[in-house]
């Protein structure tokens, strides 16, 4: 039996069969506290300047980041941005949040639909859980009303991100997370920054390998 | 693959000589060092996460039976499964078998590098299973019939004429100049795969012990395609992977994309932990994690433990001059350069691997370079030292150790010989400086000139200075 082998070989290694009481104590210590490791000093500051620092990683990363000034005027956002890239059919997370909005003021413009993403989808909206400062990333998670597919089929992701959910170094996202899923993370837990990419042809870049060719990300107040 | 380590020398001095080889290194070469060096720059704290990462990383092997046991709890709470493989037999038995439950006719691939170790995808092959590679540069070495040559850009020893050719012939389209159009039509002829695979096999970056979850890091989104759209993921990985927290996978990700690539951080970090809950419209149905040791454990306490902490960023190849002149084939299995020149003495063994930890310079810059501190230059002596215990070195290198053995331990005869040798190269140079012929070196000057001595040996010098402080 392998499992019992790579265990027994494991110990023999360390020199020991079961491990101590101090040793266990120190597992389960780091696990239950999960203590942070040194943070770099660039995200750790005021709440605007993290929004600042997010648009700009962002940015690097190749994400296009439009502000607005409210939720409701998302459906115009997408309307627009999607039609400058000669796209009409938008897929929705079915959160409330989202699919609640005013689409029927734009169902001239795009065609909206509501389920998992497909292959030839042209672009999907979906809600991000946190926007992390740090690096530009977006972090968003799998649930029955925004599906993990919505954020890598489609040739244009677009993302609702609320200024009050950016925080600056990804300690700050876990900690929220563990609040919004006690116990256990949901199946999947997705941290993008910026469009899909691949370099492997000569180590030149190109951009949008098999995720999305483009990610625009809509900022709300 | 085929072993072909033993070759070194011989499939080295071909590299040297393949202008289309050369032709590609020095896109690697011009390339990774200065990016890793730039977004280094950037974070001023990179050596005091480095510090931490070294630290945590060896606090992991000192408890890496209890963060297991802890990975497979929660994994198994998460809805998956943990299989245990010591072997690649193992391994690949054991996938076979999830493959076969599932009736599985295609399986997608993201990038892998165990899966390589395992030797899966012949293996599959030969059960009537279709593997697809889904990374960009992995397909084209699939079409090709080809392996990597290095362990994050695997076709880096590929020209864009290469791919352009490879696509021509499978995809029967008009051959393309524009890396952009072929990357449209990988793009295109993949979509298809995605959804058709019964099966899809990441690996992992990270085993997360806190919450059962495996990590990975793409820039492509092709592993998130592949462990979403099929009805089972099987994560293929390693033991040493596991990290305590997602505190501590994040101080890791601060180094592993700045060290490989130079970016801030991979385009796609994505956990998986579990199988799809209720009321989920997608993800896979069953999630399986199948863990290889592979000679691993048996590295546990002892000089080679270092090793363990590798995150296979690739930071020590990028930079290492041997690999950047001979390619990453020229090593003759998975992993080549420093890294590789540690790890494949001990999955293949030094009777096959002994060339190997003997193709460095020891110039230093891997270690330079490593984000968990590795000593590089040191492990691979160690391998060199074994291979000599085991008598597998060759004749003349022993012959000459031993030679140098008997004069080093004879100060007297010692002084003698090397001030006449100095004298004798000084002559052989003859005011030039340098040497450009040596008897029995022509392994070294047929390649570059050595420099001639250029005064008295340390010790004469020692001797004069000894007498000129003792005058008043």
Redesign the interface.
């Known amino acids: 039996m392998?499992?019992a082998?790579?265990?027994a070989?494991?110990?023999?290694?360390?020199?020991r069969t079961e491990?101590t009481e101090a040793?266990?104590e120190?597992?389960r210590q780091?696990?239950q506290q999960?203590?942070?490791?040194?943070i770099?000093?660039?995200s750790l500051h005021e709440h605007d300047a993290q929004v600042e620092l997010f648009i700009r990683?962002a940015q690097?990363?190749a994400a296009e980041v439009i502000e607005l000034e409210s939720l409701e005027q998302v459906p115009t956002a997408a309307a627009n941005t999607l039609e400058a890239k000669g796209q009409n059919e938008l897929v929705l997370a079915s959160d409330d949040s989202l699919a609640n909005l005013g689409w029927a003021e734009v169902h001239e413009r795009i065609e909206c639909h509501q389920?998992?993403?497909q292959?030839g989808d042209q672009a999907s909206l979906t809600l991000a859980f946190a926007g992390i400062a740090e690096?530009?990333?977006l972090m968003l998670y799998?649930?029955?009303d925004s599906?993990?597919?919505l954020?890598?089929?489609p040739d244009t992701h677009l993302v609702v991100l609320s200024k009050q959910d950016i925080v600056g170094?990804?300690?700050d996202a876990?900690d929220r997370?563990r609040e919004s899923a006690p116990g256990?993370?949901?199946?999947?837990?997705?941290?993008?920054?910026?469009?899909?990419?691949?370099?492997?042809?000569?180590?030149?870049l190109?951009m949008?390998?098999?995720?999305?060719r483009q990610l625009v990300i809509f900022l709300i107040p | 693959m085929d072993i072909k380590s033993p070759e070194f020398k011989q499939s080295a001095r071909i590299a040297l000589q393949d202008a289309n080889l050369q032709k590609a290194l020095g896109n690697l070469k011009a390339g990774f060092p200065g990016k890793r060096a730039a977004a280094v720059a950037r974070v001023p704290e990179f050596e005091e996460l480095r510090d931490q990462a070294h630290d945590l990383k060896n606090h992991i092997l000192e408890h890496l039976d209890l963060y297991l046991e802890e990975f497979e709890a929660r994994v198994v709470e998460n809805g998956g499964q943990v299989h245990w493989c010591s072997t690649s037999e193992d391994a690949r038995q054991t996938i076979l078998q999830i493959c076969r439950e599932q009736n599985a006719k295609t399986v997608t691939k993201g990038k892998s590098m165990v899966t390589e170790e395992i030797n899966l995808n012949e293996f599959l092959e030969e059960n009537d299973i279709r593997p697809v590679e889904t990374d960009l540069g992995e397909y084209i070495l699939q079409l090709r019939g080809d392996h990597p040559s290095h362990i994050i850009a695997p076709a880096i020893h590929l020209n864009l004429e290469d791919v352009s050719e490879a696509f021509h012939e499978h995809h029967k389209r008009p051959k393309s100049d524009d890396p952009a159009e072929l990357m449209a039509e990988a793009r295109e002829m993949l979509r298809k795969q995605f959804v058709a695979a019964d099966v899809g096999i990441t690996g992992a970056n990270f085993l997360v012990a806190e919450t059962g979850s495996t990590l990975i890091v793409t820039n492509e989104g092709n592993g998130d395609l592949t462990q979403t759209l099929p009805k089972t993921h099987i994560v293929v990985s390693s033991i040493e992977k596991v990290v305590p927290t997602l505190e501590d996978m994040s101080l890791f990700l601060r180094l592993l994309a700045r060290s490989a690539t130079g970016q801030e951080y991979s385009v796609y970090n994505t956990l998986s932990s579990g199988n799809r809950r209720p009321d989920d419209q997608d993800g896979p149905e069953n999630f399986h994690v199948v863990l290889v040791d592979n000679g691993r454990s048996d590295m546990v306490g002892t000089q080679f433990q270092d090793m363990l902490r590798c995150i296979r960023c690739s930071a020590c190849m990028n930079h290492c001059p041997v690999y950047g002149s001979v390619g990453g084939h020229s090593y003759g299995w998975v992993y080549p350069g420093p890294m590789g020149s540690v790890l494949t003495p001990q999955m293949i063994g030094i009777e096959k691997a002994g060339l190997l930890p003997n193709a460095s310079t020891f110039c230093g810059k891997c270690e330079e370079v490593c984000p968990v501190r590795i000593p590089l230059p040191k492990l691979m002596r160690h391998w060199r030292e074994k291979e000599y215990e085991k008598h597998l070195s060759p004749k003349a290198v022993r012959w000459g150790l031993s030679g140098w053995a008997f004069l080093a331990t004879r100060p007297r005869l010692y002084r003698l010989f090397s001030s006449s040798a100095s004298k004798v190269m000084r002559m052989l140079g003859g005011g030039k400086g340098k040497v450009t012929k040596l008897p029995l070196a022509a392994g070294w000057t047929d390649h570059r000139d050595m420099p001639t001595p250029t005064g008295k040996t340390f010790m004469q010098q020692w001797d004069e200075r000894q007498k000129q402080e003792k005058q008043p």
């Open positions: 392998s499992r082998e790579i265990f070989n494991i110990r023999r290694g360390l020199r491990a040793q266990k120190a597992v780091r696990l999960h203590p942070r490791n040194r770099p000093a660039r990683m690097e990363a389920r998992v993403g292959v690096t530009g990333t799998s649930r029955p599906p993990t597919t954020n890598f089929l170094p990804y300690e876990w997370l256990r993370l949901p199946r999947t837990v997705n941290m993008i920054t910026g469009p899909s990419r691949s370099a492997d042809i000569e180590q030149k190109q949008g390998a098999h995720g999305p």
